[in-house]
């Protein structure tokens, strides 16, 4: 009951927060999207909390973040446009990383060095990334080229493990036995990826440092949410800063995730892992095929 309490009440206190902020930026005016967006109804507040609920659900029962589900979904159904979908779904992760990545730190779940240099030059290739998307934000199309190609990856991954009903590998251990200078690199390849698109946090860092780095499963899954944080705090203050995030769904979204995740981890032992990973992965194969279909003016439906 104790520990409970120890991770539930940062969420609360990180709720609040976000409570806070939207009524403090909303009531200023300040930080409106550079674009046209659409009009936050009632009906749509609803819809971006469930959507940030079944992200957090996603992330809590399987370790990724939740931007794969939440990208789409702005973009494609509800008309945002691609760069601001982007940089919303970014500023949300922010709530959501920091709480995730606190968990796992009262549990000792990370490896700290790990996430030094994974971070520190996860935030050199975010400032990187983050340049080039602004370069990226009036050419829509390229923009969806590119983030079609980054769903191809975990959609791929996700299908592949759940047609085997497998999951990680099991390895042993309470810290990632990899030179620094490889885990800067890596770092700085997700930083780069983050900033442009908004992805690259569990689906990348997850398996990249199971698979490259040999990596413990649960020593992993917290050292990705916390590399995250660094990521996405950079990340979506630049987008914050340059227009390209509707505070308010932002918000909602963040609130919806953080609690979904915690629904997600208490629940977990209900669901069989790889069969979400299938559902959702064929999901995220129809998502890169439609982004990238549209660079090419072939509309999927």
Known sequence: MQNWLKTQIPTA????AILVIGIVLTGTGQMTPAMDTPALTATRG?????????????????????CSVMLPVLHFWMGYPAPIAVGTTLFAVIFTAISGGYGHLLRRNLDK?????LGGAGI???????WLFTFLSSQSALLGLILGLLFLWPALRMIWEGIRQAGYPQKEGNQISAPATGLALFGLIVGMATG???????YALVPGLIYLFGAPVYITMGTSLATMIPLALVGGSLKLAGGFVHLSTGLILAAGTMIGAQIG??????????????????????VSVKFMAAFFGIKVW
């Open 46 to 66: 609803v819809i971006l909390a469930i959507v940030g609920l079944l992200a957090g659900f996603l992330g809590g029962i399987i370790g990724t973040g939740g």
């Open 265 to 286: 981890a208490a629940m977990i032992k209900r669901f069989k892992p790889a069969t979400l990973k299938l559902i959702f992965g064929l999901y995220f194969l129809y």
């Open 13 to 16: 206190v990180i709720l609040l």
């Open 196 to 202: 442009i698109a908004g992805l690259g946090g569990g």
């Open 124 to 130: 050199l290739g975010v400032l990187i990334g983050s």
């Open 113 to 117: 060095r790990a996430v030094a240099w």
